[in-house]
């Protein structure tokens, strides 16, 4: 039996490999140097769920048939290649193309699975696709999805053939700004602050198998002061008698029935923190009949952010018991020639490591939610997020009262913005979690906080980052521009600077177009470290003022802005990497 399995797998691999059609990225006006190394044999291989790990699986990422109806049609045929998972107008999806509000994307693919997955349950994931998705696998309708960050999941098990080729076909359309639903700064003509449009598939595609019953999904809460780990395991098809085992380590070991949370006492605990960012390793087993039917491994950070008083009486942000500076910068995720998707996962990582380099202990995820490796990169560095909710349409000046939007505008927003929440609650590198951006579409801002606090009492809100604080939540944030200022200080909100800086330097050969911006014209880099030195020389007094965090806009150029910290396409670091760390560390 041995030889005929080796022998079978052998034969299942060499008929899933397919012949590589031509593919060349498309022209793009500014690339990153890792675009070389992509190709359709490399596109984004990584496992993409590191929260909830099965040794199982299949990468669908690489060439996919491609074309482009007009709107609520179907195609007569595929004529181009579009390399999965980069958006249709990114220059690494080898279309490079910005696709109308009344036409909508196709993909096709033809894919085997395994003959020893026959008899479990076979699952298909999307990791983000923008906006409404459909799929199909072998004729029939599998599944459809409206959102554009969270994950989503199609059981296909009554539709594939093992063993055998099967072809899914999906369909995708984004309204981008002519839509209600949350984009953050997608636009179809982009320029100033709002970028290049996101269209369809943008993470990775992958299926898996499981037996029955299986995870679906589970919930970690940490407690600092009493040394426990909570998890709550989500179980499909549970049955009386179902025992969930779970194992910290190699000694601890804890078995309850299915469907109740599961308390895990840690000894001698070690605090997940910017410098010392432990990580538990958890294993995760369900059992029926004294069998295991699955097992999924994870990790969880003990630790606990609240709001405090300091010894001079001032409302900080505390970490594990102490107040901690935030201090880090805006991080919008745009790519030249990616768009939202990294080119690679060690580009991704090249933003955090240099942001840690520079000596911020945080980042402010702007308006965009990220892959889920991007939060483990997070978890495993010790980088505090603050995480924005993408924002949709609309924009309340300051001064004026909360926008009274329609009821599927609302009900779409809170969909999206309650699956996301549920989406990252896990990661204990997110410590914020901020709804609203400026006023951007921004409505009921009581209602929409409590909301969140009711799905994750466990962090902080800020109900508006900048101009539009309604007194709610747990942050005072304001913006300004160029220059630092000190906010007002409230008695029972830690008072932030949501934004500032933008310095615009712009590094000739290294940007998006000719014609760029920033906040403030910066002309040597001389110059821009003197003028950074004067704004850090500022935030550091505001800081012993009563100031608990600020956020420095912003980590790279974006397209047509060149008030990074480095050039668009990650080439040029603009400030000498320890001198910023000498002023941004207090």
Request: charged residues 25%.
């Amino acid at each position: 039996m041995k030889i005929n399995y080796f022998f079978f797998t052998f034969l299942f691999l060499v008929s899933c490999r397919e012949t590589t059609a031509p593919w060349h990225m498309a022209p793009s006006p500014l690339v990153t140097r890792w675009a070389s190394e992509v190709n359709p044999d490399n596109a984004w291989q990584e496992y993409p769920r590191p929260q909830m790990v099965r040794n199982e699986w299949q990468n669908l990422n690489g060439l996919w048939d491609f074309t482009i109806t007009p709107k609520d049609s179907m195609p007569a045929q595929f004529s181009r290649k579009i390399l999965v998972p980069f958006p249709v107008e990114s220059a690494l999806s080898g279309i490079g193309q910005n696709v109308g509000t009344g036409y909508q994307v196709w993909y096709k693919r033809e894919f085997r699975i395994s003959p020893y997955w026959k008899g479990r349950r076979i699952l298909l994931h999307f990791e983000a696709s923008d906006w409404e998705t459909k799929a199909w696998l072998n004729g029939r309708l599998v599944g459809e999805h409206r959102g554009g960050y969270d994950p989503f999941t199609f059981d296909i098990t009554d539709h594939v053939r093992p063993g055998l080729k099967n072809e899914i076909i999906v369909s995708v359309w984004d309204p981008t700004n002519d839509g209600y639903q949350p984009r953050g700064k997608q636009v179809k003509d982009p320029k100033g602050i709002f970028y290049t449009s996101t269209t369809g598939i943008w993470q990775t595609v992958w299926i898996e198998p499981v037996s029955d019953p299986y995870i679906t999904d589970l919930k970690t809460v940490t407690d600092i002061d009493s040394s426990w780990i909570q998890i709550l395991p989500d179980v499909m098809n549970p049955q009386p008698g179902d025992i969930v085992t779970i194992n910290v380590g190699d000694s601890m070991v804890v078995s309850q029935p299915e469907g109740e949370w599961i308390t895990l006492r840690i000894q001698n605990a070690r605090l997940w923190q910017p410098d010392d960012p432990f990580l538990y390793t958890i294993r995760v087993q369900v059992s029926r009949n004294y069998r295991i039917r699955d097992e999924i491994t994870t990790y969880a950070g003990l630790r606990k952010v609240a709001l405090g008083k300091d010894e001079m009486g001032f409302t900080r942000i505390f970490l594990n018991n102490e107040p901690v500076f935030q201090n880090g910068p805006l991080d919008q995720g745009f790519w030249p020639d990616g768009i939202y998707t990294p080119p690679t996962e060690e580009a991704m990582r090249y933003d955090l490591e240099m942001t840690k380099a520079m000596g911020f202990n945080m980042l402010r995820k702007h308006v965009k939610v990220e892959n889920r490796r991007f939060y483990y990169w997070c978890d495993q560095m010790g980088l505090l997020v603050w995480q924005d909710m993408p924002s949709s349409r609309g924009y309340v000046a300051p001064g004026d009262p909360d926008l009274d939007r329609p009821e599927a505008e609302r009900t779409q927003f809170e969909l999206e913005l309650t699956r996301i929440v549920m989406h990252l609650i896990n990661h204990p590198s997110i410590i914020l979690w901020v709804p609203f951006n400026e006023g951007w579409g921004q409505y009921e801002t009581d209602m929409v906080v409590e909301l969140i606090q009711s799905l994750d009492p466990t962090r902080l809100v800020s109900n508006a980052s900048g101009w539009q604080d309604r007194g709610v939540g747990h942050i005072f944030d304001i913006h300004h521009y160029p220059d630092p200022r000190m906010p007002a200080l409230e008695e029972n909100q830690a008072s932030v600077l949501g934004e500032f800086g933008g310095l615009g330097f712009f590094v000739d050969g290294h940007t998006w177009q000719k014609e760029n911006w920033g906040y403030q014209k910066i002309t040597s880099r001389d110059s821009l470290q003197i003028r950074f030195a004067e704004f850090y020389d500022s935030v550091n007094v505001f800081k012993d003022m009563g100031m608990s965090a600020a956020v420095y806009t912003q980590i790279t150029d974006v397209e047509t802005e060149c008030n990074g910290l480095m050039t668009y396409d990650r080439a040029v670091v603009k400030l000498d990497t320890a001198a910023v760390r000498r002023m941004v560390v207090f």
